[in-house]
């Protein structure tokens, strides 16, 4: 039973985002946007461009706005229906920044200290970070709660700004909805909806480091866009051991590369790691990269070409962000207006 059932009586609802900071890659479609496709049927699902997360780097203006619409894209390509899903740009709905203002006065410093993602994404130049990059957690906890969301799928490396979210929620909830009887669960505690399935896809030139729009060397990914020729030669390229594939999911201990590989063919295929090493053991890479650019390129193939298509009008994709943001502020709206309430702004 659902953690919020005793306690938050409101729809379930998901929502989750993806940064428009460059090339949409394997490891988004993967760990996000081909979960998203799966859950359109289950739930009302807000899925949102999140180009007020992207600004906390700075993003070249021309870019952002050429992402966004890319982004929009990918995602319809890949099977998300506009008229089921709210699709949309943060920026659109106000709603985000106001919210994010009022729980940066509820989270507290030592909370957003702990953030590992800061820590990793500020490296050694902390002081000179944005302010934005530190306060991210509390938009994402907006973004959240603008909605009353119940479930947000994320990968694992998100888990700890969720639980940040929720505990922003739950010191609203004290804070403000105890001050009036029947607000004292105003907001929900949003569940992570992290599923096995959830793929951690690396780079294919680095195993331990994840696969990421903003790593500078496009050899490190699979983009979305790609062509045929480009995967397969990616693949081709991609670092890996000298050792056959093992028989068994033990044999890939302290070999990230060649995990990757056969994470990246599983997660494709919809089979387990398990399966992929019966069909492949003792066989090496060089017959091993060539399969799993086939499954790659029959996958992503027809994904791309969509998005081609799409990418030929793009008035008609930003009719379909315009009516999305519309959409969502219908949802937001009297949420935040209760916000305000609750909060005291006359
Ligand atoms: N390598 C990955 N494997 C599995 N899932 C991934 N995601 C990102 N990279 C991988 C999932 O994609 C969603 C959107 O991510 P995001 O764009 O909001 O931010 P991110 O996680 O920081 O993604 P990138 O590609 O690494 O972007 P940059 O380089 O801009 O930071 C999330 O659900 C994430 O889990």
Redesign the pocket.
């Known amino acids: 039973m659902s953690e919020n059932a005793p306690t938050y009586q409101g729809p379930e609802r998901v929502f989750?985002?993806?940064?428009?900071?460059?090339n949409?890659?394997?490891?988004?479609y993967?760990?996000?946007?081909k979960r998203f496709v799966a859950m359109q049927h289950d739930y009302e699902c807000l899925y949102c461009m999140?180009d007020m997360?992207?600004i906390t780097?700075f993003q070249d203006p021309a870019e952002l706005a050429r992402h966004t619409r890319e982004l929009a894209a990918m995602f319809i390509a890949s099977g998300l229906d506009p008229d089921k899903n709210i699709l949309f740009n943060q920026s659109k709905v106000s709603g985000h920044a106001e919210l994010a203002w009022i729980f940066n006065c509820v989270a507290r410093m030592g909370w957003l200290n702990r953030m590992t993602?800061f820590k990793d994404?500020a490296g050694k130049h902390r002081e000179n970070a944005s302010v934005g990059l530190f306060a991210y957690p509390n938009l994402m906890a907006a973004d959240i709660l603008l909605y009353k969301a119940t479930h947000v799928?994320?990968?694992?490396?998100?888990k700890q700004h969720l639980e940040l979210s929720r505990d922003i929620a739950q010191k609203f909830n004290n804070d403000y909805g105890s001050l009036r009887p029947g607000a004292e669960h105003f907001f929900p505690l949003p569940e992570p909806l992290i599923g096995a399935e959830?793929?951690?896809?690396?780079?294919l030139r680095d195993g331990t480091k994840?696969?990421?729009?903003?790593?500078i060397s496009d050899m490190t990914?699979i983009n979305l866009k790609d062509d045929d020729e480009l995967i397969a030669k990616k693949f081709k390229k991609a670092r890996t051991d000298a050792e056959p594939l093992p028989g068994e999911l033990a044999g890939l201990k302290d070999r990230p590369e060649a995990d990757n590989l056969v994470e990246i063919y599983a997660t494709l295929a919809d089979i387990s790691k398990e399966q992929v090493l019966k069909d492949y053991a003792g066989q090496g890479f060089g017959a091993f990269k060539p399969a799993l650019a086939d499954l790659a390129v029959a996958q992503l193939g027809p994904i791309r070409n969509r998005f081609n298509e799409l990418m030929t009008d793009t008035a008609a994709i930003d009719k379909v962000l315009e009516q999305g943001a519309a959409r969502a502020r219908t949802i937001a709206d009297p949420i935040i207006k209760e916000v305000r309430d609750l909060v005291g702004f006359v």
Request: aromatic share 0%; no cysteine.
């Open positions: 989750s985002g993806i940064q428009p900071t460059g949409v890659h394997l490891g988004n993967l760990g996000a946007i999140v997360h992207a780097v993602q994404k799928p994320i990968g694992d490396d998100q959830a793929a951690r896809i690396r780079s994840k696969m990421s729009k903003s790593e990914r």
